[in-house]
């Protein structure tokens, strides 16, 4: 956790530098782009855009915005998501599971940083970090023609990898104690250690992503 720390500040200092987050799910990347910009200084939001959870039909306008009359519902004129963090940073989380339409388009906003809404003859400028996070093997994915092999070499500047828990073990006892501090203010507890089997459970346990989380096993352990 240490090494990913001092990797994290590193990439915070360099603030305009694009940052690919790999890791699989459950792995904290989130986490690591919000200490990324949050050491980065810059004034503006870190925004957030989930990739997968996006209708495809709705992603340029989420990303884009659009303007009043744009089509049929567009009453008013909308700022998109990357105009909404101008000076700050927007997070493409799971950014692997972006079509390969929008994958055209945000390429091209990369190369010249400017944005135009949907039904807009206006180019505006926009000045973003860009952090992008995924689960998926994309050089792979770059091969099976799924993911754009220049939009991976922009996205992909610097790298920050975060291994998963059953590959750090050693990481768990100390994880254990932020855990017990932490929920006994949370549930005004005064529990002062471990069940040492139930420690060795932890040290033991696969932690595959998709079937345990350390933070619900430990909140779990004060019912």
Request: proline fraction near 3%; hydrophobic fraction near 45%.
């Amino acid at each position: 956790m240490q090494q990913i720390r001092r990797h994290i500040e590193i990439l915070g200092e360099n603030s305009s530098v694009n940052v690919l987050i790999r890791g699989e799910t459950g792995t904290g990347k989130e986490v690591a782009a919000r200490l990324i910009h949050d050491i980065s200084g810059r004034p503006g939001l870190m925004v957030r855009i989930n990739c997968g959870a996006i209708p495809e039909n709705l992603l340029e306008n989420e990303l884009f915005g659009y303007e009043r009359g744009a089509f049929a519902g567009a009453m008013r004129t909308k700022k998109g998501l990357i105009e909404m963090a101008d000076g700050g940073t927007v997070f493409f989380d799971e950014v692997g599971e972006m079509p390969l339409a929008m994958q055209a388009k945000l390429l091209t906003f990369l190369d010249d940083r400017k944005i135009k809404r949907v039904g807009g003859l206006e180019d505006i400028e926009v000045d973003v970090r860009i952090i992008a996070a995924t689960n998926r093997n994309l050089e792979k994915a770059v091969e099976q023609g799924m993911f754009r092999q220049d939009l991976f070499y922009r996205l992909n500047v610097m790298q920050l990898v975060i291994p998963p828990l059953r590959d750090r073990r050693e990481d768990i006892p100390v994880l254990c104690d932020y855990y017990l501090d932490y929920y006994n203010k949370l549930f005004a507890r005064s529990i002062t250690g471990w069940n040492r089997g139930f420690c060795g459970r932890l040290l033991l346990y696969d932690w595959r992503a998709m079937s345990g989380s350390l933070k619900i096993f430990l909140s779990a352990a004060f019912f």
